[in-house]
């Protein structure tokens, strides 16, 4: 039962569940937000007052492709929304703290005399010993 204590309690289970928790959240305002506000802007528009009822029938099968229309203008914005508010701030900052990359060596130690040499030297300037090559 410890071991068990011990994973849910390291830190990245809970951040998890929270980041769970939070994006579900996220997801019922942005749906509300697209149906009722920008589905009924959008619909009237197009003279329709929902996109909901928009259907067509095939042999007496009902498809209806309106709330597949809501879905995906609520996944649009959902996508933008984490792109621009957690995509974008997250790069910059990374970006800001993370260490930009170390130059190659542009010395090497001789093996024999263990003075320092130029990288592409193929021998040494103060014991002559010959240096393999560079790469």
């Known amino acids: 039962?410890?071991?068990?204590?011990?994973?849910?309690?390291?830190g990245n289970v809970v951040d998890l569940a929270?980041?769970?928790?939070?994006g579900a959240a996220f997801g019922t305002v942005v749906q509300a937000l697209v149906r009722d506000?920008?589905?009924p802007l959008i619909a009237a528009i197009f003279r329709k007052p929902d996109f909901s009822?928009?259907?067509?029938?095939?042999?007496?099968?009902?498809?209806?492709y309106g709330d597949f229309i809501n879905a995906v203008i609520a996944f649009i914005i959902i996508a933008a929304a984490v792109y621009y508010l957690v995509v974008v701030p997250y790069i910059r900052l990374r970006a800001r703290f993370d260490r930009p990359p170390e130059p190659p060596p542009q010395m090497k130690k001789c093996p024999?005399?263990?003075?320092?040499?130029?990288?592409?030297?193929?021998r040494c300037a103060f014991?002559?010993?010959?240096?393999?090559?560079?790469g």
């Open 53 to 64: 009822t928009l259907s067509f029938t095939v042999n007496h099968s009902i498809f209806r």
């Open 127 to 134: 014991c002559t010993s010959p240096q393999p090559a560079a």
């Open 1 to 10: 039962m410890s071991g068990f204590k011990a994973f849910l309690l390291r």
């Open 112 to 122: 024999e005399c263990l003075s320092e040499i130029p990288v592409q030297a193929s």
């Open 18 to 22: 929270i980041g769970i928790v939070i």
């Open 37 to 39: 506000l920008l589905t």
